[in-house]
């Protein structure tokens, strides 16, 4: 990684993955479906948050969730039929 005179990371180095994905790219990254993904919504198992209309989702509440689905959360793993 490449860094500036300071020391910080330089925009050429700066990572290209979103903060944030809207619901369709959500479903095409997890394999989720979209009536599937919208109920994990509802259920606060998945964050969002809401731009006007648009409904964002952070990366990293995706990863978690998948993490979590993985390899065991309060309800143990692989517990998706919430």
């Known amino acids: 990684m490449r860094t500036t005179g300071s020391g910080?990371?330089?925009e050429e180095g700066a990572s290209t993955l979103p903060l944030t994905v809207r619901v369709k790219?959500?479903?095409r990254l997890t394999g989720i479906g979209r009536s599937k993904l919208y109920l994990l919504m509802k259920e606060g198992e998945?964050?969002?948050i809401k731009v006007g209309s648009m409904t964002l989702i952070p990366m990293r509440s995706l990863e978690v969730f998948l993490h979590l689905e993985r390899f065991g959360g309060?309800?143990?793993p692989?517990?998706?039929t919430r």
């Open 8 to 10: 910080a990371p330089s």
């Open 25 to 27: 790219e959500a479903c």
């Open 46 to 48: 998945i964050e969002t």
């Open 74 to 76: 309060p309800d143990g």
């Open 78 to 80: 692989g517990n998706m």
